[in-house]
């Protein structure tokens, strides 16, 4: 199967190197209003590998200072594995693919820039318009990173399911893009806070591929490694999950492939702990939060709730599936050479 792919590609030429077609159209042009890093262009161009980071998570997910270290960090991580960083975000306006130093600290200053929106798929073009500044959730981020070329996506946890979505209708659109945009998101898994077996059962709905990551098939729950049910697949190295990439762009699926990478498991301990707080939190009455807050608001009080606890567990689930998505990109980009 192998080498019969990789004839398909050679044989196909630039129809199976969608990269190189993004790169030729409209993003690259100036019709829209992308801007790469230098060294992310680069990357794109001579196909080296590449991932893609998220902006939320630095904008609505983390306090300062916190945010922009782990940024750095999570950056330096990507860096580590041979493939080059590319956090995804909106400056005035204009899709920046790869931010310099001060970039990131304009988005993680959040006590002097007030104006930072959190932006999911609905909110890119009207923010574009409005020439705002703004983080780009997984929804969003997957929507530009596949504009701009990139495959392999790291960040920590996935939106889903609220508890009580099936009244409230409160489904992360993290879900719906997963349905129809073809990037592999590496993540931690699916918050806690989140109704788990409902997020997987909309994703199986959706066409999402599922793939636990490591020596078990537990689904993991981004401060946990266990969340109590199991993923549908898993891989136990960068080169499988790579593999799994590469057929289904060859497969020319438009929906994406989530990796579900658990903590490590010298967290798993806290995990629980942390777990304990995520139940109180939801107990308690967040007057006047709906929609886009809920998370963020929910995220802060268990960081309260836990002396800051779970804010070290985040950074370690992030620092850890930077890693991952770093490895993956590598294996990729060594299959479509
Ligand atoms: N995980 C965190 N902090 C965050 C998020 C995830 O620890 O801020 C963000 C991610 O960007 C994710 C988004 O895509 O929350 C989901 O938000 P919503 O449920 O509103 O779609
Ligand atoms: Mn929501």
């Not at 591929?209 to 401060?223: H, L, Q, R």
């Not at 549908?232 to 593999?243: D, G, I, L, Q």
């Not at 903590?263 to 006047?288: H, N, W």
Request: aromatic share 4%; with cysteine; glycine share 10%.
């Amino acid at each position: 199967l192998y080498s019969a792919t990789r004839t398909a590609v050679c044989r196909n030429g630039a129809r199976n190197l969608p990269l190189k077609r993004t790169l030729a159209t409209a993003a690259i042009r100036g019709n829209l209003p992308f801007e790469y890093d230098p060294e992310v262009l680069d990357a794109l161009k001579t196909g080296k590998p590449v991932v893609a980071l998220e902006s939320t998570i630095i904008t609505h997910g983390m306090p300062y200072r916190v945010n922009l270290d782990t940024s750095i960090s999570v950056e330096n991580i990507v860096r580590s594995t041979g493939a080059v960083p590319a956090t995804i975000a909106l400056l005035s306006g204009r899709i920046h693919v790869g931010l310099s130093r001060p970039q990131l600290e304009r988005i993680a200053d959040t006590e002097n820039n007030k104006g930072l929106v959190k932006l999911s798929r609905r909110d890119l073009a009207p923010a574009i318009a409005a020439k705002r500044d703004g983080g780009t959730t997984i929804a969003g981020t997957m929507v530009l990173a596949e504009l701009a070329g990139i495959k392999v996506f790291a960040t920590g946890g996935l939106g889903g399911v609220h508890r009580g979505g099936e009244t409230s209708m409160d489904v992360s659109a993290d879900l719906t893009e997963l349905g129809r945009t073809n990037v592999a998101v590496v993540t931690s898994g699916v918050k806690s806070i989140l109704d788990i077996g409902r997020t997987l059962e909309y994703l199986e709905t959706q066409g999402a591929a599922v793939v636990s990551y490591g020596k078990t098939d537990d689904f993991p729950a981004f401060y946990s490694p266990k969340s109590g049910f199991k993923s549908p697949w898993r891989v136990n190295s960068p080169h499988e999950a790579a593999y799994i990439l590469h057929a289904s762009h060859l497969l020319r699926l438009q929906s994406g492939t989530l990796i579900a990478v658990p903590i490590p498991e010298q967290y798993a301990a806290s995990g629980a702990k942390i777990q304990e707080a995520v139940e109180q939190a939801l107990l308690e009455d967040m007057p006047g939060v709906t929609g886009r807050d809920v998370t963020p608001a929910v995220l802060r009080r268990v960081v309260e709730l836990t002396g800051g606890l779970a804010l070290e567990n985040n950074i370690a689930l992030i620092e850890n599936t930077a890693l991952v998505g770093g490895q993956i990109a590598v294996e990729y980009a060594k299959m479509i050479k």
